[in-house]
């Protein structure tokens, strides 16, 4: 029997006319979520009957591509891919690359909301900084949320839009020294609904929404000025940065807008804990706790 290899090849989705490709990917994970409805009757320890109670679908996608990812997808509400939603297999020859022609494999929704998990970046990654999104595929009335195609055309092609590395921060209107990584979370939680007996959701909506920013540094005075015994409030604001990586080069100079920052305006910050082993450096670890959705993004600014 002759075997079936595929890559991954960027996801897009579409709402009207605006068209997210997703590329740089690093993984796709489509997982239908299937719950089953197993009957039992008196006198057997076996099921006797076995069917579909419902899917309620997930795609988990990560990929390098932070800035149009981020200018697309917004970090408080998301997006709604009404049009359509297509990841892609590329086919891979033996002895070869790629197969060319309509000799792929494609998953569609028709419906599909996406939102993004988290994103950041660490001291020195050799690959730079990650994002992470889901996207929730739903049901129209009429085709089910995941379709699985063969003999497929690709859409789009790869492409290598942006990299940023980690950045600086400042906290109350101080550059705060030592930063080693920074992780954003959305917080989003959302909450799928089916009606009138069907096995798929039709809607999807945000039911819940708590941002943080969790930062590390080498930093053991910060850990002073905020406290290890409660959380302290925002007073000037809060703002990091992820820098823009020059082909061939180092990173653009601060004064472009080229660089994507995080801000937050009220909220509190608190100490998670300092890490500490022999023969390294210990490390402070802050989590910033945003309030009221004030977490805001900007993907095309100069670092200030």
Not at 155 to 181: C, D, F, Y
Request: hydrophobic share 40%.
């Amino acid at each position: 029997m002759a075997q079936e290899l595929y890559e991954i090849f960027p996801a897009v989705f579409v709402n009207g006319g605006t068209t997210l490709a997703i590329q740089q990917l690093d993984s796709v994970e489509p997982d239908p979520q299937i719950q089953e409805l197993i009957m039992r009757g008196g006198g057997s320890v076996d099921p006797l009957l076995i069917a579909t109670a419902m899917s309620d679908p997930r795609i988990k996608m990560a990929s390098r591509d932070i800035q149009t990812i981020l200018a697309a997808v917004s970090i408080s509400s998301g997006f709604y891919a009404a049009t359509s939603g297509k990841i892609q297999y590329r086919q891979q020859a033996n002895g070869s690359d790629y197969v060319s022609g309509s000799n792929h494999v494609t998953i569609t929704s028709p419906l599909a909301y996406l939102y993004v998990e988290e994103f950041g970046a660490k001291q020195g990654d050799k690959e730079a900084g990650d994002i992470s999104l889901t996207a929730v595929p739903l049901y129209n009335g009429t085709t089910i949320p995941l379709t699985v195609n063969v003999s497929q055309a690709l859409t789009s092609s790869v492409a290598m839009n942006a990299v940023h590395h980690l950045g600086p921060v400042k906290i109350e209107g101080s550059w705060l020294g030592g930063v080693q990584s920074v992780r954003i979370k959305s917080g989003i939680t959302v909450e799928t609904k089916a009606s009138d007996g069907l096995i798929f959701p039709t809607t999807c909506r945000i039911k819940e929404r708590a941002p943080t920013i969790e930062i590390e540094a080498h930093n053991l005075s910060i850990m002073a000025a905020i406290g290890m015994n409660g959380t302290y409030p925002i007073s000037s604001g809060f703002l990091s940065y992820l820098l823009k990586v020059v082909p061939g080069a180092g990173r653009y100079a601060a004064d472009t807008s080229n660089h994507i920052a995080t801000s937050v305006s009220s909220g509190v910050y608190k100490v998670t804990g300092i890490t500490g082993s022999k023969a390294e450096s210990a490390m402070g670890k802050i989590t910033v706790m945003p309030t009221l959705n004030n977490m805001s993004i900007n993907t095309a600014t100069t670092v200030v």
